[in-house]
């Protein structure tokens, strides 16, 4: 009679575990087996024209998301040879994944300019519904076509120049700021939404040289956080993702490349892809992370192993 007893609680206890999560399990479930993830929803991806961010773009059409790619301006495309503007990378991503593709363009920087873009989504979109702030770099007064890549010249904590640190706090910080503050209300206001900033590992430990970049890093790291705290009651979920070093073409051209890691698999000792911050994104932007805010996500190949 005892084993009965507990058989049939144990039942019990099972189905009432199973209706409770039934709707976590079928979206558990939909999710692996909907390619079109983000169907219906929008994504805006700042610093799209190139790099990281244009992967992250073309990920995101892949999983069914309207997007808007962005760059400082039309052509800044052309800086590494990677398209010859932004309307033919819009264009690529639109042809590639049939999905909604809107170029705009424009500098960050400007509180002004940034809500005369995210107007320009809107206009077209009707809302944003996933923010990507992946515009930055250590770049500085020079701009992207100077001396390795646009690194400031006396890259360290001393001797960098006042208008290379304003570039490159502009750059990495403030657009990050900026666009949060221009996007965030309207997720308020529907009680939903995603936010992911493009940190790096250089935020999370001291270099004598990328000073600032990594300062403007660090920073972004802990705005993400007091972003997090603000929102969690509103279902906006706010997060970072830091990579490491990443294989782009102005990785390549900004610094000494050691051949042995340019190798795509087969050890984590090597450089990483775009496509692997990408898929960091997507699980930071769908449901898998429903429960995830106020997080640094290090996509470094275990470089970093220390809490963030």
Known sequence: MEFSF?????????????CLNQPFMEGRMEAKTNEKRLSGQVAWVTGSSRGIGRVIA???????????????????TRAFNEADSLDAVAQSIAAARQSEVLPVWGDLSDVVVVKQ?????RQKFGQIDILINCAGGDIGAQGTMGKNAGKPLSNDAVFISPEDIRNVLDRNLLTCIFCCREVA????????????????ISGLSGHAGEAIYSTAKAAVHEYTR??????????????????????????LASRPIDETKKQAAGTLDRYGQPIEISRAVEFLVTPDSSYITGQVLRIDGGIQMWPA
């Open 6 to 18: 507990l058989a049939c609680a144990f039942s019990i206890a099972v189905l009432e575990f199973s």
């Open 226 to 251: 007091c972003l997090a705290a603000q929102l969690r009651t509103d279902n906006i979920r706010v997060n970072v993702i830091a990579p490491g070093p990443i294989i782009t073409p102005r990785f």
């Open 117 to 121: 873009v995210a107007d320009l989504i």
């Open 185 to 200: 209300p309207e997720m308020i206001a529907r009680k939903s939404g995603c936010i992911v900033n493009i940190g790096s």
């Open 58 to 76: 073309d990920h995101l059409a892949s999983l069914g998301a309207k997007i808007a790619v962005h760059g400082t301006t039309l052509t800044s």
